[in-house]
Every structure is written in C-alpha cells, then in structure tokens.
T-cell receptor
Framework: DTEVTQTPKHLVMGMTNKKSLKCEQHMGHRAMYWYKQKAKKPPELMFVYSYEKLSINESVPSRFSPECPNSSLLNLHLHALQPEDSALYLC????????????FGPGTRLTVL | SQQGEEDPQALSIQEGENATMNCSYKTSINNLQWYRQNSGRGLVHLILIRSNEREKHSGRLRVTLDTSKKSSSLLITASRAADTASYFCATAPAGAQKLVFGQGTRLTINP
C-alpha cells in the first residue's frame, strides 16, 4: 500500500461545531504532517509528528488540535473555527531519514460557515 | 514564512514545447524537491536533488541545482496536456525535519 488516505474529502461546518479530519498510511513511515493550503498558494506546514510525538507546531491556533493515536493514523480535531480557516487540509507522511521525501494524501476541502 | 520563490508564477506553452521553471531559496539545505499538484488535489513528488548534486534526470524531467546561487530549475521536455498543473519546489533545510515550499508555478499546456 503506497498511498495516504484522508477522510472526509469535503467538510462543511459551522463555527460552533466540533469535527475531526483523519489521515492514514500503511507505508511504515514514522513522520506525518498536517498542511493547510489556501487557493493558489503553497502548502503551509501546521504540525509534524515524528515517531508518534509532536515535534513541530508552527504556531497554529489552539482551535486546531492534532493527535497521533499510532504510527499509521493522524487526526486533526477542529473546534470553534473561523471562516478564514476554510482551506484544503493536506496530510503527508515520510520515511525516517534525511531525505524527507513526502507522500501526500488527496486532502480534505474544509468550508467553515 | 516561505523561503522559496519561484518564477514564473504562470507559464502557458504549446504541447510539445519545453517548460522551464525556476526556484530560489535562502538558507542551507539538505536537498531540494519538486512536486506537482493538479487542481485542488494532493501533491505528487516528482524528483529530489541532494545538495551535493548538480543535475538529475527522471524521464522527461531535468533538475539542476546551484547551491552557490541558491537556485534550482525544473525542465519538462516535450510537454503534454497532462502536464498541466501547479509545480512547487520544496527545500529541506539543514537540521530541520520539514519542507518549505515555494510559491509555485502554474503551468498550462495548450493542445
């Protein structure tokens, strides 16, 4: 299995809702990432998990809460989001090692009303 | 903040022509990578060039790296309509377990 899967593909939520994005990979990769991408912009790194521990948090607001239950799964819990948080949320994974070639999932298109 | 800058921001060429995109960066790197993204989808890794390499080929792709100028170029030869996508360079800064993406080039191949 050489792919990263993300669910759901699309999500519409209100500002008072709580929802979660899910990401899964079965390539044995030990690093996993969350990115946020606005239209016509590059992906912006949000979080990095290495060996199931949070290693990088790029000053992301606390309304975004990551979780890595095991080496194959990565969640992003969403609460009290703002309309400006509407974006494509991408998950990626990479093998350990210095090259850091990343494998991306198809993304979740999030709309906050 | 993003350290990579790409030019051009947009490029439109005829099928069969070659497409060249450039990327500049600011800090020391372990490697530089190029990714492709079709509209609204995930990114696909194309090619990686390490800091001690100057040129690399993969099929119709040719990447160069000039660490003295902190720049890279991606050449796609004999372009096809299916090459229409956004292309991003991404640098792996030395000592950091992350990628920093450039602003991207939107490539359109006209049939």
């Amino acid at each position: 299995d050489t792919e990263v899967t993300q669910t759901p593909k699309h999500l519409v939520m209100g500002m008072t809702n709580k929802k979660s994005l899910k990401c899964e990979q079965h390539m044995g990769h030990r690093a996993m990432y969350w990115y946020k991408q606005k239209a016509k912009k590059p992906p912006e790194l949000m979080f990095v998990y290495s060996y199931e521990k949070l290693s990088i948090n790029e000053s992301v607001p606390s309304r975004f809460s990551p979780e890595c239950p095991n080496s194959s799964l990565l969640n992003l819990h969403l609460h009290a989001l703002q309309p400006e948080d509407s974006a494509l949320y991408l998950c990626a994974s990479s093998p350990s090692g210095r090259d850091n070639e990343q494998f991306f999932g198809p993304g979740t298109r999030l709309t906050v009303l | 903040s993003q350290q990579g800058e790409e030019d051009p921001q947009a490029l439109s060429i005829q099928e069969g022509e070659n497409a060249t995109m450039n990327c500049s960066y600011k800090t020391s790197i372990n490697n530089l990578q190029w990714y492709r993204q079709n509209s609204g989808r995930g990114l696909v890794h194309l090619i990686l060039i390490r800091s001690n390499e100057r040129e690399k080929h993969s099929g119709r792709l040719r990447v160069t790296l000039d660490t003295s100028k902190k720049s890279s170029s991606l050449l796609i030869t004999a372009s096809r309509a299916a090459d229409t996508a956004s292309y991003f360079c991404a640098t792996a800064p030395a000592g950091a377990q992350k990628l920093v993406f450039g602003q991207g080039t939107r490539l359109t191949i006209n049939p």
